[in-house]
Structure formats: structure tokens, C-alpha cells
């Protein structure tokens, strides 16, 4: 994959938990700030299962090629 | 941004499967909240008609203005029907709109029972109406009508849709960001495939593809990779062979040429050397029969056009047959051939006329490279085949060169080939005719000391072959 393709796809999920978590919170008024600190906290959330599979298979990558 | 077609194909079907998942989820929880908050409003506005009916029934002077209080409070309207079927109006109020007011309505309800129905008014908001009889003493005598107003709800219920639409599209767009991933990355291996494929459609088979799953896109990787391998030998065998085929071939058509040439110009000096010359003509065109016949039936067995004429056979017979034509040749050289026949062999199936090829082709081969000793064939039967060896005491073959000894072309003495004569096919019909008829054939030989070529024909094997004929 090229790096055009990466960044098209997590500008596309950004967007995506953006719109997620506006409609969630959309009753709790919250203020922009605070909307942008849940949605760093979700995007953190939402990239562990990435980078665990990710460093999961450079482990078994490596450890096959040892 | 590339997009490539297997990539898309995978991406559109899991978006129009995450597009009817959304759009039916979506519908299903839109009609779940609205029926709920339908329900729930007219559980109120019912509980509040009954409590409005129980104070209307008491008769006091003040209900009328308690019930328009408690209406206020409880954000519905009433309206009080007389048992004429008019209104009730305080002074100074306003006469309201009564259209939602029908006549079957206030028979029923002047008939003791109740009604309840939803209505639009002239802007196309929803109330809700519940109407009931006010009975005082056994008598009904007027009703009541409860309005209430669904805008609050329905708004409610528009904002809960926006913000539904909006996770719906939040849903769309991460789904949107996870299929380019996923479809790129399961397409990658297809698309290494096809590019592959194409380039050894041009004729580059010496590429290969890096398969790191297991799964079956990786066995159909490793399947193209020996696909690619088995070309390129086919294209290096075929080299070989062209190569080697045009060397065999120029080879005596020169001595042709060169004997014929001196011949024609008359640069003889004696008739001894003109028959000497006559004689190599001769040597070298027969040798080029035997090659020319040799090829075709090696282009036939590999085609697949030989059938072969399977029938119960006995390899005694058919040993000593070809046993008869070589004894000549083995004279000439002096060398002693003999037969170690045993008794109680059993009759295999196989070609009678090949077989004999075989035999032919092991015997002259074993005569062609042994100087002195002896030629020995053996036919014996263990419990498991009939095993048929033919030994010679000849100059042997390396172990390095007994994995090649049955390619075509393959030379032991390269230097010397001419000397001993042949085609360098023989073996590779051998191994051919052997194989076609259920047999294998094995090689022992030791430099200086000897070659055994056996056939082993499996008594299994040749029942299993016992109905091909």
C-alpha cells in the first residue's frame, strides 16, 4: 500500500469516529475542546487493536526469520 | 490513489452489505423510539383524561377551573362537551379549533364510551385525542376531550434522527477507511499473481513470487511459482534438446557430405580406401536411421501417441528373442552372453514388441560399452515382482552421472561417444517404454567393474493393470 492509500484511509476512519462520537455526545453539550480530547482518547482506543496486530506479526516476522 | 478492479469488486460488496446493515438497523431503531415515545406519551395523556373524567364526575362548581388548571400544568387542552354537543367556553376566551371534533365521535362518547384518536392541524403537527364520557349518577350526561400535542416528541424524535443519520455516517465513512485497507491488502497477493502471470506470459519465467501465507492464496502462489519452474525446465529441456538434436543430426550428415564429397572428386587413391569410405558412408547413414527412428519413437511416447498392446506376455520368450539378435554383436567382441532364466517366473502384462525394444536397447548398450567379459541376463520373481536385470562387466558409470543417465542425449563417455555409436536415446526409451507398462527401472553400476540396469515389474501393479489391454 502507498502512502497515499494509508493516509486516505485513516483521514476516512478519522472522520468516520468524528461523526461517531459528535452524534454520542450530542446531548451533553460539550465544548469543543472536550469534544477534541474524547476524540484523541477514541482514536488512541481505536488504533491499539493496529498496533498490537501490527506488533504482533513483526514479532512472528522476526522470529520466523531467526 | 490506485484503485485496482479486484480491489474495488471486494470494496463495493462489503459497502453495499455495510449500506443495507446500516439502512435497516437504522429504520428499525427509528421505528423503535418513535412507537416508544408514542406510547409513552399516550400512557400519559391517558392516565391524565382519567384523572380529568374522576373530577369532572364529582359535580363540584369549581372542576371546570380545576381541570383548566391541572391541563395548563400537564401541557394538554380540554375542551368540555355538553350534552347538547357544544362547547364549553370560560368568557373572554377564544373560540378554539374544533375541527377534530366529528359527530360519530360525540355520539359515542353521549353513548357512554370513549375515543381516542391521532389528528393534524392546519400546519401538519400531530396531538394526540382522547375523548371520554363524564358520567354523574347513571347517566352520561357530557364528555371530555384531552388534547395533546406530539411537537415536543416529534421534534425529539427529528433531532434523533439527524443524530442518527450522522452516526450512520460516521459508521459509513470508518467502514469506508477499513475496506481500503482490507481490500488493498487481501487484493496485493492476487494483483502480485496476475503481474507474475503476465510477465511469464512474455516469457519471463525465471520470476518467482514471495508467498508468506499458507492459506490457499498462498498454495495458489506456490502453485504459480512451480508452474514458472516447470516452464522455464520445459524451456531449458527443450533448449538442451534442439541443441543436442542439431548436434547428432550435423554430425554424420558431415561425414556424409565430407566421404561423398572425396568420393564424387575422385580423391581415392586405392579401392581398399574407396570401400573404407563406402563403409563409413554407410555406418553414419544407418546411424542416422537409427537416430532419425530413435527420436520418433521418443516424440511419440511423450505425445502420448503410442498405445501400447497390453497382453499376457513371457519375458523368457521375449529374452531370448533379443537375446538372438545381439548374440552376432557380442561375438564380434568376443564376449560371452549369458542367461540366468529362472523357472516359475509368472507371465506379467505388457507390450510383447516394446518390451523386446527394451531389452534390445539394455543389451546393445551393455555389448556397446564392455571390451572383455560377459553380458549376463537375469530373470527372477520374489513374492512381491518379476525382476529382470541385465549386467554387463563394461567400463561403468560415475555416481555423480547415474541421476542424468536416462535424459536424453546424456553421454558417459562424451569424448569417446563416437567410438562406442548409439543414438544417446536409448535409455531415455528404456525408462519410457518401462514406466508406460507399470514397471520401474533401476541402475547399479561401479566405474571399471560393471552396469546392472532392473526392471521390476510388481505383481501388484500388474494386476492392477490386468484389465488394460
Redesign the interface.
Same mark, same amino acid.
Given at each position: 500500500m502507498k502512502k497515499i492509500d494509508w493516509f486516505f484511509s485513516i483521514f476516512l476512519i478519522i472522520m468516520g469516529l468524528t461523526c461517531l462520537l459528535f452524534s454520542a455526545n450530542a446531548f451533553g453539550h460539550e465544548s469543543f475542546f472536550a469534544f477534541g480530547r474524547i476524540l484523541f482518547k477514541v482514536c488512541m482506543w481505536a488504533a491499539c487493536p493496529g498496533v498490537l496486530v501490527g506488533s504482533l506479526y513483526l514479532w512472528f516476522h522476526y522470529r520466523n526469520k531467526g | 490513489?490506485?484503485i485496482n478492479r479486484i480491489g474495488l469488486k471486494l470494496g463495493a460488496a462489503v459497502l453495499v452489505l455495510m449500506i443495507v446493515v446500516l439502512v435497516s438497523s437504522g429504520l428499525a431503531v427509528d421505528r423503535l423510539f418513535t412507537n416508544f415515545y408514542d406510547a409513552q406519551m399516550k400512557d400519559n395523556t391517558q392516565e391524565v383524561a382519567a384523572h380529568f373524567v374522576t373530577m369532572a364526575e364529582s359535580n363540584d362548581t369549581s372542576s371546570q377551573s380545576m381541570i383548566r388548571a391541572f391541563a395548563k400544568f400537564s401541557s394538554v387542552r380540554v375542551f368540555w362537551l355538553t350534552d347538547e354537543g357544544k362547547i364549553l367556553t370560560f368568557p373572554g376566551e377564544k373560540q378554539p379549533d374544533l375541527s377534530f371534533i366529528r359527530a360519530r365521535d360525540t355520539e359515542r362518547l353521549h353513548s357512554g364510551r370513549s375515543i381516542a384518536f391521532q389528528n393534524y392541524d392546519r400546519h401538519g403537527n400531530r396531538f394526540y385525542v382522547i375523548g371520554k364520557p363524564v358520567r354523574i349518577g347513571k347517566n352520561t350526561r357530557s364528555a371530555i376531550y384531552i388534547v395533546s400535542s406530539m411537537k415536543k416528541i416529534d421534534d425529539s424524535l427529528q433531532?434523533l434522527r439527524n $443524530? #442518527?443519520m !450522522?452516526?450512520g455516517?460516521?459508521?459509513? $465513512? #470508518?467502514? !469506508?477507511?477499513?475496506i481500503?485497507?482490507m481490500s488493498?491488502?487481501l487484493s496485493?497477493p492476487l494483483l502480485q499473481m496476475q503481474q507474475m502471470t503476465n510477465k511469464m506470459a512474455k516469457g519471463n519465467w525465471e520470476t518467482r513470487l514471495q508467498v508468506r501465507s499458507r492459506d490457499e492464496i498462498g498454495m495458489l502462489g506456490h502453485s504459480i511459482n512451480d508452474l514458472a519452474a516447470s516452464l522455464q525446465r520445459y524451456r531449458d529441456t527443450r533448449r538442451a534438446f534442439f541443441s543436442n538434436i542439431s548436434h547428432e543430426l550435423r554430425t554424420p550428415v558431415t561425414y556424409l557430405q565430407g566421404y561423398a564429397k572425396v568420393l564424387k572428386d575422385g580423391l581415392v587413391d586405392s579401392d581398399k580406401e574407396k570401400k573404407q569410405y563406402l563403409s563409413i558412408i554407410y555406418q553414419e547413414s544407418i546411424r542416422l536411421e537409427h537416430l532419425i527412428n530413435d527420436l520418433f519413437a521418443l516424440s511419440k511416447i511423450e505425445e502420448g501417441q503410442i498405445k501400447l498392446n497390453m497382453e499376457w506376455m513371457d519375458l523368457k520368450t521375449t529374452i531370448k528373442t533379443a537375446v538372438q539378435k545381439v548374440k552376432l554383436k557380442a561375438e564380434e567382441k568376443r564376449l560371452s552372453l549369458q542367461l540366468d532364466l529362472h523357472d516359475h517366473v509368472p507371465l506379467i502384462r505388457g507390450d510383447h514388441k516394446r518390451m523386446e525394444q527394451v531389452l534390445l536397447n539394455l543389451l546393445e548398450n551393455a555389448i556397446r560399452y564392455t571390451e572383455k567379459g560377459s553380458v549376463l541376463v537375469r530373470l527372477t520373481t520374489t513374492k512381491e515382482a518379476t525382476v529382470l536385470s541385465v549386467s554387463d562387466t563394461g567400463i561403468g558409470i560415475s555416481e555423480e552421472e547415474l541421476p542424468y543417465i536416462f535424459e536424453r542425449f546424456y553421454r558417459v563417455e562424451k569424448s569417446r561417444a563416437r567410438e562406442y555409436g548409439g543414438t544417446g536415446l536409448g535409455l531415455s526409451i528404456v525408462k519410457k517404454f518401462v514406466e508406460m507398462q507399470g514397471g520401474t527401472v533401476r541402475i547399479d553400476s561401479q566405474i571399471g567393474v560393471g552396469t546392472t540396469f532392473t526392471l521390476i515389474f510388481t505383481h501388484e501393479k500388474k494386476q492392477k493393470r490386468g484389465g488394460m489391454s
Open positions: - | 490513489m490506485t433531532r $443524530l #442518527l !450522522l452516526s455516517l460516521g459508521a459509513f $465513512l #470508518l467502514a !469506508l477507511g477499513m481500503l485497507i488493498k491488502l496485493r
